[in-house]
């Protein structure tokens, strides 16, 4: 199988990837907790919100029917009958001619219709048993009613969200001290090769430092999985196979880097091409990481990805980070896919997609992708910088700057406006 690969598209290894993915049981967390994970059922909402009409700023609630005539050069006066600061219940209903002083987010009193703001009355500052009113109101005028933005039993966050900030005030706001997620997946991290050195360890000549293992366990974390980081393994195939059929055990994933070409050692190429093993895919149409392979090992997922540290990057991005989320059981799963200007030309063809990575900017309100042309897999120089991938596609001549490419953002941008 190492010589004779059949090259499938990226979406379709992403759909063949997904098909042998499960979502993961449920756990129930404190709200204290939920924060990044995903809801595993449908929240509705417990009350009205508001559950009482209330005002959504300080000044005097009225009748509307009282302000008919009001205006800055004519203003009404109306009696103040009590005031009423958040958390109170209103006394005194509001007769006509009358008023309440009150306070954002408190009730409003009964047989008022519309608030005033303080800044609308002749007399804002002043506690006084007396306000004129400047202007005109129409009933609801300043009014939160009851129920207005949710009411009881709407559906306020879907099973297969992820849990925000906003989420988290959402479920406070409706005493959801405990909510049902998916369990956090267990991704097994295992790195192949004789050559590899530990991270404390002094090079040698012929070794190099095990990169790979930090990058992808920073990776895994941000995509809201649990790293679990088994040794390294040497380039020997039988107690290679017997290490990763006892890691699979214990994790429910396992994203190997390395070993995944033709090379005489590369031991995860071999392991295909056991019966027990259903491959899925062994070579992907993109540059870099095309050798990146899948595959089930005793009905268990594993993901190999390259050896080359930005091939490995890629590989994660469109693979691993897409396990983790179908996994923890969240909606949408596919890599997100934005367009953008291409900033500077790029002439270089390729028989495959070509990924770069690349940043965002913006300039005269026009979103530009720039590469970083560091195109070699294993260069990790810009790497700490990359943004985004840059899609060029496969044939031709590359594209012209200015053209519309598909990018696939994986951090925050850190935009920056030129022009």
């Not at 005002?55 to 005097?60: A, E, Q, R």
């Not at 309440?100 to 002749?122: K, L, N």
């Not at 706001?173 to 050195?197: H, K, N």
């Not at 699979?248 to 994203?255: N, S, T």
Request: hydrophobic share 45%; with cysteine.
């Amino acid at each position: 199988m190492r010589f004779a690969r059949q090259t499938i598209s990226v979406q379709e290894a992403v759909d063949k990837w997904l098909a042998v993915l499960p979502t993961l049981a449920t756990e129930q967390v404190n709200i204290g907790e939920a924060y990044g994970r995903i809801l595993a059922c449908d929240l509705h909402a417990t009350h009205d919100l508001p559950h009482f009409d209330r005002s959504p700023l300080d000044g005097y609630a009225v009748k509307a029917a009282d302000t008919v005539t009001a205006s800055v050069g004519s203003p009404v006066a109306l009696r103040v009958i009590e005031t009423v600061a958040a958390g109170q219940v209103p006394a005194r209903e509001v007769m006509a001619g009358c008023a309440t002083r009150i306070m954002t987010g408190a009730m409003m009193p009964e047989g008022a219709d519309a608030v005033i703001m303080f800044e609308q009355t002749q007399n804002p500052g002043e506690q006084s048993e007396q306000v004129w009113i400047k202007r005109a109101l129409q009933p609801g005028d300043n009014v939160s009613r009851r129920g207005e933005e949710m009411a009881k039993g709407t559906v306020i966050a879907q099973a297969g969200e992820r849990i925000n900030a906003g989420t988290i005030a959402i479920l406070a706001t409706f005493g959801f001290s405990r909510v049902d997620v998916f369990r956090r997946p267990r991704v097994g991290l295992l790195s192949t090769g004789s050559e590899l050195l530990g991270v404390d360890e002094p090079l040698v000549p012929g070794k190099i430092r095990n990169s790979n293992m930090a990058m992808l366990s920073a990776l895994v974390a941000e995509a809201g999985g649990v790293p679990v980081c088994f040794s390294g393994m040497k380039d020997e195939l039988a107690p290679a196979k017997n290490k990763i059929s006892e890691y699979m055990q214990q994790v429910d994933v396992l994203i190997s880097s390395g070993g995944v070409s033709v090379g005489d050692y590369d031991v995860i190429a071999h392991l295909a091409d056991d019966p027990d093993v259903e491959l899925l895919f062994n070579r992907v149409a993109m540059r870099p990481a095309s050798p990146t392979t899948s595959m089930l090992v005793a009905g268990k997922p594993l993901l190999a990805l390259s050896g080359n540290p930005g091939a490995c990057f890629l590989g994660f991005e469109l693979f691993g980070r897409t396990a983790i989320r179908q996994l923890a059981g969240e909606k949408g799963v596919k890599p997100p896919i934005i367009q953008a200007r291409l900033a500077v030309p790029y002439e270089k063809p390729c028989p495959y997609p070509r990924y770069l990575r690349g940043k965002l900017m913006e300039q005269d309100s026009v979103l530009l992708a720039v590469p970083d042309f560091n195109d070699k897999a294993g260069n990790l120089g810009t790497l700490k910088d990359s943004e985004c991938f840059i899609v060029i596609p496969a044939g031709g001549s590359g594209k012209a700057a200015g053209e519309l490419v598909d990018v696939l953002a994986h951090a925050a941008p850190a935009w920056r406006k030129d022009g």
